[in-house]
C-alpha cells in the first residue's frame, strides 16, 4: 500500500509565503516523476511543477519566477514553495508521483488547501 500525504496548506495574505510537502510512504521500490498540481473551485486540475528522479524541472507559465519545486529522494518527500502568492493561486493543491511497486503507477495525495486572501 502507498500513500501519499501533504501538508503546508493555509491561508496566506497576498505576497506571502508558503511550503507545501508531500511524502510518499509504502513498499515503494523506485519513485520517477513527482508533481504538484491544483484545482481551482469551477476550473479543471492544472499541472503547477513537475520534477523527475534526476532533478530537471518545469512549470506552468502562471507560476515561473514564484515557485520552486524540489525532491529529497531519501525521503520520498517532494516539496513546493510558493512566494508572492497571488489570490488567483488559490486551490486544492494535489501532489503526485509515478512509483514502482510491483508495476509503475500514478499515485495522487489527498490534497491541501491553499487560499490567499486579503
Known amino acids: 500500500q502507498v500513500q501519499l500525504v501533504e501538508s503546508g496548506g493555509g491561508s496566506v495574505q497576498p505576497g506571502g509565503s508558503l511550503r507545501l510537502s508531500c511524502a510518499a510512504s509504502?513498499?515503494?521500490?523506485?519513485?520517477?516523476?513527482m508533481g504538484w498540481h491544483r484545482q481551482a473551485p469551477g476550473k479543471e486540475r492544472e499541472l503547477v511543477a513537475r520534477i523527475t528522479s534526476g532533478g530537471m524541472t518545469n512549470y506552468a507559465d502562471s507560476v515561473k519566477g514564484r515557485f520552486t519545486i524540489s525532491r529529497d529522494n531519501a525521503k520520498n518527500t517532494v516539496y513546493l514553495q510558493m512566494n508572492s502568492l497571488k489570490p488567483e493561486d488559490t486551490a486544492v493543491y494535489y501532489c503526485n508521483a509515478d512509483i514502482y511497486v510491483n508495476r509503475w503507477r500514478d499515485y495522487w495525495g489527498q490534497g491541501t488547501q491553499v487560499t490567499v486572501s486579503s
Open positions: 509504502g513498499s515503494i521500490f523506485s519513485i520517477n516523476n
